[in-house]
């Protein structure tokens, strides 16, 4: 492979808990009890789309007030032990992107502290396409951002709509089995890596 391309929550970061305790949160604040299980249903939407999901009246006042609790929860946020040893080789003599639904500065709040951007050549954020995952419009956009063809690229992802993302824009798909829990949805990805590292062998 030539270009890898990566999913942000779930993926690189450890964001799971920051997302999921900040809308439960959220949600009990305005009368609605679920369960962490519940809100877990909704991980790695977009916070609108996520919201429609679970069917919450008035989204984007919800949404509003989700997105103001993330920074209650930031210490549940991390890097995966060992993505930042394979993003550095990676980068050495390969092309890197980033596609994420979280808008840019979404992205800026979680990221900044882990000095990740580094190593990427090309980064497509939320509203940066006139579809999202699992469109194939954001892999699109960051191929023709890295100038490189689909099959020449594979996607690192956690959730199905990513692998929906990657096999609609013809590229590889790639699960990052090290930040999902639902192993049985995935018997279409073309590669399960357990740990980061393994990722190195397709480079």
């Given at each position: 492979?030539?270009?890898?391309?990566?999913?942000?929550?779930?993926?690189?970061?450890?964001?799971?808990?920051?997302?999921?305790?900040s809308?439960?949160?959220?949600?009990?604040?305005?009368?609605?009890?679920?369960?962490?299980?519940?809100?877990?249903?909704?991980?790695g939407?977009?916070?609108?789309?996520?919201?429609?999901?679970?069917?919450?009246?008035?989204?984007?006042?919800?949404?509003?007030?989700?997105?103001?609790?993330?920074?209650?929860?930031?210490?549940?946020?991390?890097?995966?032990?060992?993505?930042?040893?394979?993003?550095?080789?990676?980068?050495?003599?390969?092309?890197v992107?980033?596609?994420?639904?979280?808008?840019?500065?979404?992205?800026?709040?979680?990221?900044?502290?882990?000095?990740?951007?580094?190593?990427?050549?090309?980064?497509?954020?939320?509203?940066?396409?006139?579809?999202?995952?699992p469109?194939?419009?954001?892999?699109?956009?960051?191929?023709?951002?890295?100038?490189?063809?689909?099959?020449?690229?594979?996607?690192?992802?956690?959730?199905?709509?990513?692998?929906q993302?990657?096999?609609?824009?013809?590229?590889?798909?790639?699960?990052?089995?090290?930040?999902?829990?639902?192993?049985?949805?995935?018997?279409?990805?073309?590669?399960?890596?357990?740990?980061?590292?393994?990722i190195?062998?397709?480079?």
């Open positions: 492979m030539n270009a890898f391309v990566f999913d942000v929550d779930g993926t690189l970061l450890n964001t799971e808990k920051m997302y999921m305790l809308l439960q949160h959220t949600l009990k604040e305005n009368g609605f009890d679920l369960t962490y299980d519940d809100v877990y249903r909704s991980f939407l977009p916070s609108y789309e996520a919201l429609q999901f679970l069917e919450i009246p008035n989204p984007e006042k919800i949404q509003k007030e989700w997105q103001s609790h993330y920074h209650d929860f930031w210490d549940e946020v991390d890097v995966f032990p060992g993505i930042q040893e394979v993003l550095a080789k990676l980068a050495e003599s390969h092309s992107g980033l596609v994420t639904s979280n808008t840019a500065e979404e992205y800026a709040d979680h990221a900044n502290a882990f000095s990740i951007d580094q190593y990427f050549d090309a980064f497509v954020f939320a509203g940066q396409t006139p579809r999202m995952k469109f194939a419009d954001p892999i699109e956009k960051a191929m023709t951002d890295l100038e490189v063809e689909p099959n020449e690229t594979i996607y690192i992802g956690d959730s199905v709509h990513d692998m993302a990657a096999h609609n824009a013809n590229a590889k798909f790639g699960l990052a089995g090290w930040g999902t829990k639902e192993r049985d949805l995935f018997e279409h990805a073309d590669y399960i890596f357990e740990v980061p590292a393994d190195m062998k397709l480079a």
